[in-house]
């Protein structure tokens, strides 16, 4: 158990519906990432927030937005859901921004299924 | 932009033989990370390797970092069934984010 949690574990919705994902980091940790993992695009990372501050943006599409409270913990909303929207979405926290012994402990992923 | 390429993509091996999976990265990196998932499982982190020439072991699993030649290898020894799962690398850079750019997997499967 790395100690980060994740909700929900899955996920079924309809296309164009729209839906939150949420995580809470490791005690302590200001950093949280949003990675994707589909099978065709593989493991994909898609943002972070650093102290309720976005950091770094990857491959997110403008469909998606996250953002991080005072307490840390992070929602990634994705709206307008498409089916290959499908996959396994994980949240990632660390106790920095960056750093070479900044290492990301990941949570159980969120599975979201779009019909 | 930092590509990692992970090869082979799937591997299936006897019990008891031995195997190397091979991570190359297309530029500088600080870190190397080689994470094992099993399916429809969280990533579980099995190195890091922060310098050129770092290796270590855990077990029947062996990871190494070249980085010069942008080249990390796992290599497993006499395998055993309940290392099947899928293995990632994934490189990190020192910058204002530490993003980590996956590569694409390896599928290994050990038959008895």
């Known amino acids: 158990d790395s100690g980060v949690t994740q909700t929900p574990k899955h996920l079924i919705t309809a296309t164009g519906q729209r839906v939150t994902l949420r995580c809470s980091p490791r005690s302590g940790d200001l950093s949280v990432y949003w990675y994707q993992q589909s099978l065709d695009q593989g493991l994909q990372f898609l943002i972070q927030?650093?102290?309720?501050?976005?950091?770094a943006k990857g491959n997110i599409l403008e469909r998606f937005s996250a953002q991080q409270f005072p307490d840390l913990h992070s929602e990634l909303n994705l709206s307008s859901l498409e089916l290959g929207d499908s996959a396994l979405y994980f949240c990632a926290s660390s106790p920095l921004a960056g750093g070479i012994y900044n290492e990301q402990f990941f949570g159980p992923g969120t599975r979201l299924t779009v019909l | 932009e930092l590509k990692v390429e992970q090869n082979p993509l799937f591997l299936s091996m006897q019990e008891g033989k031995n195997y190397t999976i091979y991570c190359n990265y297309s530029t500088t990196s600080d870190r190397l990370y080689w994470y094992r998932q099993d399916p429809g499982k969280s990533l579980e982190s099995l190195f890091v390797?922060?310098?050129?020439?770092a290796v270590k072991q855990e077990g029947r699993l062996m990871a190494s970092l070249d980085t010069k030649a942008r080249l990390s290898t796992l290599h497993i020894t006499a395998a055993v069934h309940d290392l099947s799962a899928t293995y990632f690398c994934?490189?990190?850079?020192?910058?204002?984010?530490?993003?980590?750019?996956f590569g694409s997997g390896t599928r290994l499967l050990v038959r008895p």
């Open positions: 927030y650093y102290n309720g501050e976005e950091r």
């Open positions: 390797l922060l310098s050129n020439g």
């Open positions: 994934a490189v990190g850079r020192m910058d204002s984010s530490y993003k980590l750019i």
